[in-house]
C-alpha cells in the first residue's frame, strides 16, 4: 500500500471529496445514536463548490492508492482563517491523515496572514482535542433550530415592528457594509453567492436606516446581521415569514452569543436540534448580532 499522498482538491474531485464528508459524518451521527440519512441523498452543497472557488489554494486532500480518502477546506477572510470542513473517511481515522491535512490548511492561513482562527466543530472529543491543539478554545454552542408555521407565527406577532420601522427589499451594498460591521470582515464575495444561490433577502429599515437584514434560501434562513438585537430578531422572523409559506418548516443555526434570538425562538416553539460549538483561538465581531449561514462558509 502506497504512502498518502495530500494535495489540493481539482475542480473535477468536488463530488469525491463530498462523499468522503457524507461518509464521514455520517459514521460520527450514528455513533451519536442520531438519524442518519441514505449516502446517496446528500449531492455536493453549493457552498462547498464556493468555497473551493474562493479558497482553492486552502482545499486539500489526502490520496492513497488513486482514492481520495480525507479532505480539509480552509477559508482566509481577511485576517479571519475558518476551518470549514475537515472529514477522514472511517476506516482511515486515527492514520495520521488529519494531522496532515490539518498542517496544510493551517500553513494556508499563515501564508494569507490570518490572525484569527475558528472553526464549527462536533462534540466529538478526538476533533475538540486537535482544534485546540490548533489554539482553537471552546466558546458556545451552535444550535440547529426548526420551526413549523405556528412557530413562525408566533415569532412573527413577537418581533412585531415599531410604528418607525418597516420591511424592505434589502440592497446589497447595505449588506455588506452590516455584515463588515458586525462579522468583522468583508464577506462581499459570500453574500453574492447566497444571493446566486436563490437567496433573497428582507432588511428591517428603521428611521431611513437599515438596521438588519436576513437572508434566506428555500426553507433556510442566514446568514442575518443586525445593529441591535431587536432589529437582528424582526429581521430573522421576517425572513422565517418569508421562507415558511407552503407550509413547511424552516431552519436556522443559532449560535448561543445570540442569547436574547435564541431565547425568542424557544419561546416561539422552535425546536432545538444537537447542539455544535464554535471553537475560536480568540472572539471578533459582534457575535451577539451576526446569524451564520451555515457550517461550511459561516
Sequence with gaps: MSEPHIRKVRPDEIEEVWRVHVASSHDGMARRGQAV??????????DARAALASDPDGYFCAVENGRIRGMVSALVRGRLWYLSMFFVL???????LGR???????AYGEARGAEIRFTWATLDPRAQARYVMAGMAPRWPIYRVDGDTAAVARLRERAALDPLEREVPCDPGVAEKLTAE????????????????GGSTLAIERGGNVVAFA???GTRFGPAAGRDEAALLRAMAAAATSGAAGGESVTARIPGACTSLLEALIGCGFRLGA???LMASRLFGRPELYVPSGPILY
Design 37 to 46: 440519512a441514505r449516502p446517496d441523498a446528500a449531492p455536493v452543497a453549493s
Design 90 to 96: 472511517p476506516d482511515d481515522q486515527s492514520r495520521g
Design 100 to 106: 496532515a491535512l490539518i498542517e496544510r490548511a493551517l
Design 182 to 197: 458586525v462579522f468583522g470582515e468583508d464577506r462581499a464575495d459570500d453574500l453574492a453567492h447566497w444571493r446566486g444561490d
Design 215 to 217: 437572508y434566506r434560501r
Design 275 to 277: 447542539p455544535t460549538l
